[in-house]
């Protein structure tokens, strides 16, 4: 009987274990602009800055990558820059939604006027 305590209490120990590492995994945020016609590469340049220096000002930002498309597909639709935000998790990616700083990079493209559009998407890493 008391080996059966000590294995259930092991394997309760492991699974509970194994829900803290799901909710750890890092969260890669792709976000993908369309740039007006009429947005001059400067004011891209002024995003590209403002939403790189996320990072430093936000908790929980492991790396910011960004570039302009270059797909030979032509399946853009035409949106053409990409920006890559990984997270350390998703209550990090949450926490950096409301932050104050992200709500002045959206008052700057407001701003600015050069999207078009913007579409996001939010995935949690899957080690294989």
């Known amino acids: 009987m008391k080996l059966i305590i000590m294995s259930a209490v092991a394997a309760t120990t492991l699974l509970f274990s194994s829900f803290t ?3 750890d995994r890092p969260v890669r945020h792709i976000v993908v602009f ?3 016609p009429s947005a001059t590469a400067e004011q891209i340049e002024e995003v590209n800055k403002a ?6 000002r936000i908790p929980g930002i492991l790396s ?3 570039g302009a498309n270059n797909s030979p597909e032509k399946k853009d639709q035409g949106f053409n820059h990409v920006y890559l935000v990984t997270f350390s998790s998703a209550q990090a990616r949450d926490q950096y939604l409301p932050h104050p700083e992200h709500q002045k990079f959206g008052e700057l493209l407001g701003r600015l006027q050069v999207l078009e559009d913007v579409f996001v998407v939010d995935f949690e890493t899957v080690k294989q």
């Open 21 to 23: 590492w799901l909710k």
């Open 64 to 66: 910011f990558e960004h």
């Open 51 to 56: 939403f790189e220096g996320l990072k430093n």
């Open 34 to 36: 369309k740039y007006k």
